[in-house]
């Protein structure tokens, strides 16, 4: 027997279960051993009756002899939409024993973000970022079981776990290194499908598998020996192994039943056994309960359809009979083996609460109830919780089991659930809700409302649902004023998302023109132009550049739809090259005293995170980089302590990442991006965040002169035609052909980079920093074609004038130089030192130094040069410069 097995009847699931509890031992073992030990998961699958259930409850026995603290939960097939459910048995006892202020202590900054999941915080008023707080319960169980050494965690059925579990079950699965804690899970394969059999199979990934069996024959007969007697012959026990199959839940079923009816165990009467085997599952369960008579039977229902709390008062309530009858119902339901007291040691339960004694049975009992009847019940059963106070989001589970039947009142309830779904980051929940809110259905007066909700639930989700479901809201009576105005905003978010620029485009044009002119069509004309702003694939024109000034020209900045004209034509005058202090005046009317105005910041609803991203990417091409880098650590700290953890988070970081990436400091820049690729991996590939740091990761680690890792990153993140819709900053098509000369596919980059012309021409994107590809392009052909070299740096150089930061000049002075030879080549070199000196980009600085150092064959430039790229973390740059020192002749 294996240690901490139990002996006789007791252990019945554990029969042949010797290798799995040497695995639970083991791990229990090395995380009590040690506090900085590393944490473990074990997953243990099979069919139901296996002894899933009876290994986690064997585990929390020799994890407590250990001294372990175990938390455990349980998945329920009834309770499977109910969000947070099974997470929040597992810590919400734990959190509800601190005083309020020792738990916001130990959860800090997540407290507010993951609190309101756990139902231990009341919810802001903003809609929660699923993500965001995925990544709060992951913060907070880290930092509990830092507090709780040694701990250990059991999630039993976890195919029956709601989604919101289920992904922060897998987020932590891959977050145990460095963490001391023990988790264990079970599940049956095959029952889960879709997001959640994801979320299992990322879980299983990181775990120890171990399939359980059914029982062989020798185990069968042992354990029918260990609980009718010795006498028990070997027909008989082999013909129970036969009836059940060796599931250990059946046997011992049936072994009961034997006892029960005093059945000899011989056999002469082995035949008996498959009548009885019946009469323990299914039908023959149902049979047994009828048995039991009608009061039995109505209490048996109401507690499945409750499926969690089954307290003896709100079943008598639901089953609507006395307290006594209620009481005399549960003793007999216990004496049938049917429910059982709750075992407040591995579920989250109050005093007296019952649960039924195996989840087939409950499942059982719940599919026995008429169909008319258990909807019925479910009506009723919304009614009894929403009197006793739990609200609209727990009592949803039930309304979403009624027939439809033009009720108004449970469309505001289900109204009222998707907001209390959304507050806490359970957008699934919500949508669950509108949907069968639209099935009703509503009246005429809210149809439209219901329909612009479920699209804003849907809008982080699946945007081609959301599109449907907006789209339809507008073509329909009842939204007007400001919220149809959001509406139509969120519409083209949507279409954005959804790679439908152009329709995008055009729904917020069409909409403008319903609109006198004022405020409300100024709002939607900043919109449209912010559209066409970012369509990489738009052919820019001169009219619509002078349209947007014409517009910005009369803009004071006096309210946030001027502000958001002032931002989108100061990012257009800037993308096309115009005068770069222009630029920043008609920028910096868009602040208010220098910050971002009320309702403009950056987790405010309203405008979104494209137009402040314009603002920043404005200012860090104009030599303006302290604003720029302000604001990227404002929007990174806002969406950090919003609990946003998606793509706004990976958007974020990518940006700060840009702007290490534009100051010079390429070690820091790495840093970030890699973080945003990471989250953006989370988001999804193919959108342009993920684009964003794809090509900002990559230009940052040309820069480092780590050419084979840029290349690597470029092949496993898909960084290559065809290219996104949106702009991307840098130029993607730029920075591509960069990587191709780099690594030596010369003809490649070339291509790429004459690509990278036409589609900045189309554009009117002249602006020789933001879309760099005519300086790569002149270095690549100045020997195979030196006359275009030539004219190409000559342009550069003029554009560069036009637009005149010292960013911009000094890089064109480099590119002349690189094309010149002698004294010319000097002079040119030693301008463009003089130039980038000034400016705030001290990468350039580093490689225009270390190219004036060799031009003009310069000790004290080039030891100048390598200090500032070491500083930098230019690794290519220092490499060059000390080969020049150390194997150049003639230096002086």
């Not at 709060?136 to 579990?165: I, S, Y």
């Not at 004309?525 to 002078?546: K, N």
């Not at 403009?600 to 920043?616: H, K, R, S, V, Y």
């Not at 980059?749 to 036409?758: I, P, S, T």
């Amino acid at each position: 027997m294996t240690q901490g097995r139990p002996d006789g009847a007791a252990s019945a699931s554990l029969w042949e279960r010797d290798e799995e509890l040497d695995a639970v031992v083991r791990a229990v073992d090395v995380l009590c051993t040690d506090r900085s030990s590393s944490g473990s998961l074990l997953l243990f699958q099979g069919d139901a009756g296996l002894g899933k259930t009876a290994l986690l409850a064997q585990t929390r026995r020799i994890a407590e002899r250990h001294g372990a603290t175990v938390w455990s939960a349980r998945g329920a097939e009834t309770l499977r939409s109910v969000p947070f459910n099974v997470v929040r048995q597992l810590l919400q006892p734990a959190l509800m024993a601190l005083m309020p202020e020792e738990a916001r202590e130990y959860l800090g900054d997540w407290y507010d973000i993951a609190g309101p999941a756990l139902g231990i915080a009341d919810p802001g008023n903003r809609q929660a970022d699923p993500q965001g707080v995925c990544d709060g319960l992951v913060a907070a169980v880290r930092r509990l079981a830092r507090r709780q050494w040694p701990l250990v965690l059991l999630v039993d059925d976890a195919h029956w776990a709601d989604q919101e579990t289920l992904r922060w079950l897998a987020a932590f699965a891959e977050r145990l290194d460095d963490l001391p804690v023990l988790v264990v899970v079970t599940r049956r394969p095959g029952e889960a499908g879709g997001e959640d059999a994801r979320h299992l199979d990322t879980v299983a990934a990181a775990a120890g598998v171990s399939t359980l069996d059914a029982l062989t024959p020798a185990a069968t007969a042992g354990l029918t020996r260990a609980t009718l007697g010795p006498h028990a012959d070997a027909p008989f026990c082999r013909e129970v192994w036969a009836v059940t199959g060796g599931n250990p839940y059946e046997t011992v079923e049936l072994i009961a039943k034997v006892q029960d009816s005093e059945l000899e165990p011989v056999e002469a009467r082995a035949g008996e056994l498959r009548a009885l085997n019946r009469s323990a599952r299914g039908g023959g369960l149902v049979t047994r309960l009828e048995g039991l008579g009608i009061d039995a039977t109505r209490f048996a229902w109401a507690a499945a359809i409750l499926g969690t709390g089954i307290s003896v008062d709100l079943v008598a309530r639901l089953a609507t009979m006395g307290r006594d009858e209620a009481e005399r119902c549960a003793e007999l339901l216990r004496g049938a083996r049917i429910l059982t007291e709750a075992d407040p040691a591995t579920t989250r339960s109050g005093p007296g609460e019952l649960e039924f004694v195996h989840p087939l049975i409950a499942t059982a009992v719940y599919n026995s109830i008429p169909d008319a009847l258990r909807t019925a019940m479910h009506g009723i059963a919304a009614q009894v919780v929403t009197d006793c106070g739990f609200g609209a989001a727990a009592a949803s589970r039930h309304l979403l089991q009624v027939h439809p039947d033009d009720d108004e009142e449970l469309v505001g309830q289900l109204r009222q659930a998707a907001r209390e779904h959304l507050a806490v980051g359970a957008p699934d929940a919500a949508r669950r809700c509108l949907e069968r809110a639209l099935l009703e259905p509503p009246t005429p007066a809210v149809h439209a409302r219901v329909l612009y909700e479920l699209g804003c639930a849907t809008l982080l989700t699946a945007p081609a649902t959301t599109i449907e479901h907006l789209g339809k809201a507008l073509s329909m009576p009842g939204l007007d004023g400001d919220t149809r105005v959001d509406a139509v905003w969120r519409l083209s978010q949507a279409l954005l998302h959804n790679d439908q620029l152009e329709e995008a485009v055009r729904t917020v044009e069409a909409e403008a023109a319903r609109h006198e002119p004022g405020p409300t069509r100024m709002r939607l004309q900043a919109v449209q132009y912010m559209w066409e702003g970012i369509h990489a694939g738009e052919t820019g024109s001169p009219d619509r550049s002078e349209r947007l000034a014409e517009l910005a020209r009369h803009c004071t900045g006096r309210d946030n739809s001027e502000r958001a004209l002032l931002i989108l034509r100061g990012f257009d005058a800037m993308a096309r090259g115009e005068n770069a202090e222009a630029v920043v005046e008609v920028s910096d009317r868009a602040l208010v005293n220098g910050r971002l105005a009320p309702g403009l910041g950056w987790t405010d609803p309203e405008w979104g995170i494209e137009l402040l991203l314009m603002l920043a990417g404005t200012y860090a091409y104009s030599d303006r980089l302290d604003r720029a880098e302000a604001l990227y650590t404002e929007a990174l700290r806002a969406y950090e302590s919003a609990g946003w953890s998606g793509g706004h988070l990976a958007l974020a970081h990518a940006y700060v990442g840009l702007g290490h990436r534009r100051r010079g400091r390429l070690r820091e820049a790495e840093t970030a991006l890699r973080e945003s690729l990471r989250l953006a991996e989370r988001v999804g590939r193919g959108l342009p965040l993920y684009w964003t740091a794809t090509c900002n990761l990559v230009d940052t680690l040309l820069a480092r002169g780590h050419v084979e890792e840029a290349w690597a990153v470029a092949e496993q993140y898909g960084f290559a035609p065809p290219y996104p819709s949106t702009i991307v900053i840098p130029d993607p098509r730029s920075v591509r052909g960069r990587l191709l000369l780099a690594v030596g596919r010369t003809k490649e980059g070339v291509n790429e980079l004459e690509a990278a012309e036409k589609a900045a021409a189309a554009r009117g994107h002249h602006n020789p920093v933001m879309v760099p590809w005519a300086v790569d392009l002149a270095r690549a052909l100045a020997t195979e074609d030196p006359a275009r070299a030539a004219q190409l740096a000559s342009e550069v150089r003029r554009r560069a004038g036009r637009f005149g930061t010292d960013t911009a000049i000094g890089e064109a002075l480099r590119c002349a130089a690189a094309l010149e030879t002698g004294r010319r080549a000097v002079r040119l070199a030693a301008r463009a030192v003089a130039y980038l000196e000034a400016s705030p980009c001290q990468y350039e600085h580093a490689a225009a130094r270390v190219e004036f150092g060799i031009a003009a064959r310069s000790v004290a430039e080039l030891n100048r040069g390598l200090a500032l790229a070491r500083s930098c973390g230019a690794d290519g740059l220092v490499a060059q410069a000390r080969d020049v020192l150390e194997t150049g002749s003639g230096l002086r």
